[in-house]
């Protein structure tokens, strides 16, 4: 006999995931899945962000490292709260350990909460943790085929970030190349070409993710912020 | 041909990032608490749906369905995946079409403003046994 079942394999992870959005929507925070291949800059990035707007911006950071705290402890000097999930070999978070940390912080104190996930372009993809939105970084270092390859990411993701910037003249990326894949699978889709080591373009990423939070977090205690 | 005992597949398939084996898991619970709730004492058939979106590799998919069956009642279940195209419609002008090539664009009006309708699924869409 056939029993007919119909459901997402990954509804477990998907029903977790909507009550963590329904909790961090209440608790006005905007929580970011960055998602990139390992060595993209992902932590990098996290630093130059709190230097930028630690000060205006009360930020959380969970690290999803395979075994090490070694991007956590990167992080240490910004006085924030920071929680290492080790997925001990696993290649991506899943919604059920975002939730078992999430009582670590003081969400009613926290305007961002960034998620480092586990350095892979693949799975993170398939596992919703109740972000506000994901977030592509990808370097120049990797090629320009990222976005052909793995066009899920590129699809789901809110914006881009191209890092590495300085690094093109000693690579055989061709920008065009990246911009025209991505372009086909997500038009519309921001794209910010950095490189958080000399400090390109990421005035326009601050700008952009101000916007994102201000729309999240406007009037979590009653008064806009500017 | 590589053959693994008892739990280190599940360890390898850790170390070499598959996500396949966490799908499987899940899958295989589905499978599992299914069976007990209508009595099956064998499954015979498992029937899934894929998106071609997903980036899933069905021979690591089975291998891991295998390894986490082996010794149950799903021991001997045949797994039928289903893939299925990536197909959108626009939002601008209503055309319905598959996407190749990575090209998220309407076939009819060029249009980048679209809904997907399959590509994505994830399913298990019944079971079979006795």
Same mark, same amino acid.
Request: negative net charge; glycine residues 6%; contains cysteine.
């Given at each position: 006999?056939?029993?007919?079942?119909?459901?997402?394999?990954?509804?477990r992870?998907?029903?977790?995931a909507?009550?963590?959005?329904?909790?961090?929507?209440?608790?006005?925070?905007?929580?970011v899945?960055?998602?990139?291949?390992p060595?993209?800059?992902k932590t990098?990035?996290?630093?130059?962000t709190?230097?930028?707007l630690?000060?205006?911006?009360?930020?959380?950071?969970?690290?999803?490292?395979?075994?090490?705290?070694?991007?956590?402890?990167?992080?240490?000097?910004y006085?924030?709260?920071?929680?290492?999930?080790n997925?001990?070999?696993?290649?991506?978070?899943?919604?059920?350990?975002i939730s078992?940390?999430?009582?670590?912080f003081?969400?009613?104190?926290?305007?961002?909460?960034?998620?480092e996930n586990?350095?892979?372009?693949?799975?993170?993809?398939?596992?919703?943790?109740?972000?506000?939105?994901?977030?592509?970084?990808?370097?120049?270092?990797?090629?320009?085929?990222?976005?052909g390859?793995?066009?899920?990411?590129?699809?789901?993701?809110?914006?881009?970030l191209?890092n590495?910037?300085d690094?093109?003249?000693?690579?055989?990326?061709?920008?065009?190349?990246?911009?025209?894949?991505?372009?086909?699978?997500?038009?519309?889709?921001?794209l910010?070409?950095?490189?958080?080591t000399?400090?390109?373009?990421?005035?326009?990423?601050?700008?952009?993710?101000?916007?994102?939070?201000?729309?999240?977090?406007?009037?979590?205690?009653?008064?806009p912020?500017? | 041909?590589?053959?693994?005992?008892?739990?280190?597949?599940?360890?390898y398939?850790?170390?070499?990032?598959?996500? *396949?084996?966490k799908i499987? &898991?899940?899958?295989s619970?589905?499978?599992? +608490?299914? !069976?007990?709730n #209508?009595?099956?004492?064998?499954?015979?058939?498992v029937?899934?749906i894929?998106?071609?979106?997903?980036?899933?590799?069905?021979?690591?998919? *089975?291998?891991?369905?295998? &390894?986490i069956a082996r010794?149950?009642?799903? +021991?001997n !279940?045949e797994l #039928?995946i289903?893939?299925?195209?990536?197909?959108?419609?626009?939002?601008?002008?209503?055309?319905?079409?598959?996407?190749?090539?990575?090209?998220f664009?309407?076939?009819?009006?060029?249009?980048?403003?679209?809904?997907?309708?399959?590509?994505?699924?994830?399913?298990?869409?019944?079971?079979?046994?006795?």
């Open positions: 006999m056939e029993i007919k079942i119909m459901k997402n394999i990954l509804d992870n998907q029903n977790k909507d009550e963590i959005r329904n909790l961090l929507t209440l608790k006005k925070v905007m929580m899945n960055i998602i990139s291949s060595g993209a800059g990098t990035l996290l630093e130059r709190c230097e930028a630690g000060a205006k911006f009360r930020i959380g950071v969970i690290e999803g490292d395979i075994t090490t705290d070694r991007d956590a402890q990167r992080l240490k000097k006085n924030i709260p920071i929680v290492v999930i997925t001990e070999g696993g290649c991506h978070l899943d919604s059920h350990s078992k940390v999430l009582d670590n003081d969400l009613d104190n926290i305007d961002i909460l960034f998620v586990v350095g892979n372009l693949i799975c993170p993809t398939q596992f919703d943790l109740g972000e506000s939105f994901k977030l592509a970084i990808v370097s120049t270092a990797e090629g320009d085929d990222k976005p390859k793995y066009p899920m990411l590129f699809r789901e993701a809110a914006a881009v191209l590495k910037i690094l093109i003249p000693y690579t055989n990326f061709k920008i065009r190349n990246f911009n025209s894949d991505l372009r086909k699978i997500n038009s519309h889709i921001p910010f070409e950095i490189s958080c000399r400090g390109d373009g990421l005035a326009e990423w601050y700008k952009w993710i101000v916007e994102q939070v201000n729309s999240v977090t406007h009037f979590k205690h009653g008064v912020r500017s | 041909m590589i053959s693994f005992q008892g739990n280190s597949f599940r360890e398939a850790r170390k070499k990032n598959m996500h *396949e084996l499987a &898991e899940d899958l619970a589905i499978v599992f +608490e299914t !069976a007990v #209508n009595h099956l004492s064998k499954v015979t058939k029937n899934i894929f998106g071609q979106m997903i980036q899933i590799v069905p021979d690591i998919f *089975e291998f891991a369905f295998r &390894e010794n149950s009642i799903a +021991e !279940a #039928n289903e893939i299925v195209p990536v197909e959108m419609r626009c939002k601008n002008c209503g055309s319905i079409f598959f996407v190749t090539e990575n090209r664009k309407c076939s009819t009006c060029s249009s980048t403003d679209l809904d997907i309708i399959h590509g994505k699924e994830l399913f298990i869409k019944s079971i079979e046994g006795e």
